[in-house]
């Protein structure tokens, strides 16, 4: 069962700490993905991709090394799947290398190429968002994952058969962005639209913009590691020319998303820059390591007006595509992968032939376009199947409740922001569901946020003094007095502090007695 020896190559260690350091750095981009996505959603979902996100790194790192890597990267069986010879990480040296890889241990290839396992059913969270049960997205990923990725993966990048037809795929256009985006999109579709769609025209305000944009950033970083990184080497500069692509590809889709919706609102927006930073990013993947600095920012244009173009129709079809995954991932991925035919570069990549603009025949093109159809429509017919079983055993939709109130708190019995969720939902809840759902640290938040209410009236100055006060009591129960009294009896509530000590502050500051300074108080 475990009778394959990883072959005994020449270890670089150049090689191995650029793809240790390029594994740290998509690693980095999974929290980065749900800060992003947390920020542009509602407040009240927040947590849910936290949840989500979270919870999918990490049964996505158990599969993987249970049997995700054999699958994947095992001796070729029929071209349809790899083999059992690595289950549990058998015989994966961290000493040796791997067929796939030469010049670095097997164990460092395979952690690297686990956080593209990981992070590729993450995608479609932002598809789904807002109002898929937990349990359901739990179900979905590991079914997808097996189903979809594994066999994808080793058909372009195990020595499948589209891997001996001789399709590219550079770090993922196709494995992971069109089969994500095909499959979000499909997914938006059967979940139906968020409550409230129609009458925001399918533009709900974000919660928290400096949120998304801080996971922005951190994906901008994290993915160096990912393109460069599917290098697997320093040698020969096809990590520099990804490296140059993506930056390039990127702010050039960037540049054509902020000008279009600058012209379209009248003003320059930075959620439009941002997705136009993440939709280069996605484009360029598949091409990265194949082209030259000067095709990718012509290639980063088209992406942009493609995306742009493409987020326009997804809303004229109602589908709710909450974060536009079918578009900035799927059909940004999908451009990508075809422009491998038109721009491939064999002098920046020798191991591929060169693409139609370089003199190549369209044999290429002609593979790279069967790559995708199988990619659009393979995940298409898993995801459908694995979601109707959902729907039908109620696993799939949230429940009205859930959606109304956020998951945060009916799913996950958690607040994101105290403050802003008790001024609404927890003030405004009805009994059953608060008394079921909020935890009772939250319900002692809104003690703190009513007593802080039942000051308003007294001024700015007492108001300090209030604050400062009980927080050197911890909301004693002295705290809890003030609070039953705070409606019926507005002036009890003076007299109970005024017979408190003074807050040490006020002591310092103040030159009457202690007796004055409590009077006064």
């Not at 985006?181 to 925001?200: F, P």
């Not at 500069?237 to 000008?259: D, E, F, K, P, Y």
């Amino acid at each position: 069962l475990f009778g394959l020896v990883m072959t005994e190559c020449k270890i670089s260690t150049a090689d191995t700490s650029w793809v240790l350091l390029s594994f740290i750095l998509v690693l980095l981009m999974l929290p980065a993905l749900a800060l992003f996505q947390a920020g542009l959603l509602r407040s009240k979902n927040t947590l849910s991709v936290l949840a989500q996100v979270f919870s999918g790194l990490m049964i996505g790192t158990i599969m993987w090394n249970i049997i995700g890597y054999s699958l994947v990267f095992g001796s070729d069986h029929g071209g349809i799947i790899g083999s059992v010879e690595h289950v549990l990480m058998a015989n994966v040296s961290p000493k040796h290398c791997s067929p796939h890889a030469t010049t670095i241990p097997a164990a460092a290839f395979a952690m690297f190429q686990m956080m593209f396992a990981s992070i590729t059913p993450v995608l479609i969270t932002g598809s789904i968002a807002e109002r898929m049960q937990f349990r359901g997205f739990i179900v979905f990923y590991v079914v997808w994952e097996f189903f979809v990725y594994y066999p994808l993966a080793h058909w372009i990048w195990g020595g499948g058969f589209l891997d001996k037809l001789g399709v590219w795929d550079f770090a993922g256009g196709i494995v992971i962005h069109t089969s994500a985006g095909i499959s979000g999109l499909l997914a938006a579709h059967m979940l139906g639209q968020r409550k409230g769609y129609e009458e925001v025209h399918g533009h709900f305000p974000p919660s928290n913009v400096p949120l998304a944009a801080l996971g922005t950033g951190l994906l901008w970083i994290g993915w160096f590691g990912f393109n460069a990184g599917s290098a697997l080497t320093l040698e020969g500069g096809v990590a520099v020319a990804a490296i140059m692509a993506t930056q390039i590809g990127s702010c050039a889709s960037a540049g054509v998303w902020l000008v279009l919706s600058w012209y379209e609102s009248g003003k320059p927006g930075s959620v439009s820059i941002m997705n136009g930073v993440i939709s280069g990013m996605a484009g360029i993947t598949p091409a990265c390591g194949f082209i030259q600095p000067e095709t990718s920012f012509g290639l980063g244009v088209f992406i942009g007006l493609c995306s742009y173009g493409g987020v326009i129709l997804l809303k004229k079809t109602g589908i709710d595509d909450a974060l536009e995954v079918s578009v900035v991932h799927g059909l940004t991925g999908l451009v990508g992968s075809l422009a491998i035919g038109f721009l491939a570069d064999n002098n920046i990549n020798p191991s591929i032939p060169d693409g139609l603009f370089f003199g190549g025949s369209g044999r290429l093109l002609g593979v790279q376009a069967l790559a995708v159809l199988i990619a659009l429509t393979y995940p298409s017919a898993v995801t459908f199947c694995v979601l109707y079983i959902l729907r039908r055993v109620n696993w799939l939709r949230s429940t009205s409740d859930a959606e109304m109130h956020g998951l945060d708190l009916i799913e996950h019995g958690e607040i994101a922001y105290h403050d802003l969720a008790i001024e609404d939902p927890h003030m405004n809840l009805p009994t059953e569901i608060a008394d079921k759902h909020i935890p009772r640290s939250h319900k002692r938040v809104d003690e703190r946020r009513s007593l802080l209410r039942s000051y308003d009236s007294l001024g700015v100055e007492d108001m300090s003094l209030v604050v400062a006060r009980r927080r050197e009591l911890g909301l004693s129960s002295q705290s809890a007095r003030v609070l039953s009294m705070a409606e019926e009896e507005p002036q009890s509530i003076i007299e109970q502090v005024a017979v408190l000590p003074p807050p040490p502050f006020l002591a310092r500051r103040s030159s009457a007695p202690p007796a004055a300074a409590a009077a006064t108080t």
